[in-house]
């Protein structure tokens, strides 16, 4: 299969990748902008998985040119996506009146616009299998409507909550495209993002147990779901 696994670098993404890569089956284009952490992971994956094929791919989200690392990066490595996994995020925790503009500008952009952007150029390399591509959007609890909400978080879980709204939206979009879109809503794993919106905390849920759960749903999740918004989560937060 043909899988993009984006915000790769670290956390839940870098987990992923690995589990993916397990396959030698599996091209994996792992994306994120931290060129040394995505070489260690093909060389992690190299020395652990025999014949795997991992493609580490320097993209910045938050660039508004980002589009044309896409040719270079990714479709130079494969020429059609049967799994995308829009993990990746950027959060920023302030009080509301301290956020500047350029940071909530940052949060959106990589949260939502990029992700919209992203879709959009892949979207002629979707769908054109035997087996329908499966897109998997990565949220957050704070982001659904009714879950507990935490201070210092307006843009961030605002931002995601568009996600999961571009889901349902883009799901019922290419329902005859043979293209599937599903939206996890995840709770708390123990992240470096998790460190950075609560500060102290601890949790059980690892990057790894969260990444096969991940894996599994993108793999089989079509068989059940599109254009849902499921929440995966244990406790709050």
Do not use: W
């Amino acid at each position: 299969m043909n899988i993009i696994v984006t915000g790769a670098s670290r956390g839940i993404g870098y987990e992923l990748t690995k589990l993916f890569a397990s396959d030698s089956k599996n091209k994996v284009v792992a994306i994120s902008r931290n060129r040394l952490k995505l070489e260690q992971l093909k060389r992690e994956c190299s020395l652990n998985y025999r014949g795997s094929m991992v493609y580490p791919a320097v993209v910045d989200f938050n660039n508004k040119d980002f589009k044309r690392d896409i040719t270079l990066q990714v479709l130079s490595h494969i020429n059609s996506v049967d799994i995308l996994i829009n993990n990746a995020g950027a959060l920023v925790n302030k009080p509301m009146e301290d956020l500047t503009s350029e940071e909530v500008e940052y949060m959106y952009r990589v949260n939502v616009i990029s992700q919209f952007e992203f879709l959009r150029a892949l979207l002629p390399y979707m769908g054109k299998g035997q087996l329908p591509t499966h897109i998997v959007n990565i949220s957050s609890m704070g982001a659904l409507q009714g879950s507990m909400k935490f201070p210092g978080l307006s843009a961030y879980s605002s931002s995601k909550a568009a996600l999961a709204t571009l889901t349902e939206c883009l799901a019922e979009e290419f329902k005859d495209r043979n293209i599937f879109v599903n939206c996890l809503m995840l709770g708390a794993v123990q992240t470096e993002m998790f460190e950075e919106a609560f500060p102290g905390e601890r949790t059980e849920m690892t990057p790894l147990l969260m990444a096969a759960y991940i894996r599994d749903f993108a793999l089989t999740g079509t068989n059940f779901f599109n254009g849902k918004i499921i929440p995966v989560s244990k406790n709050t937060p």
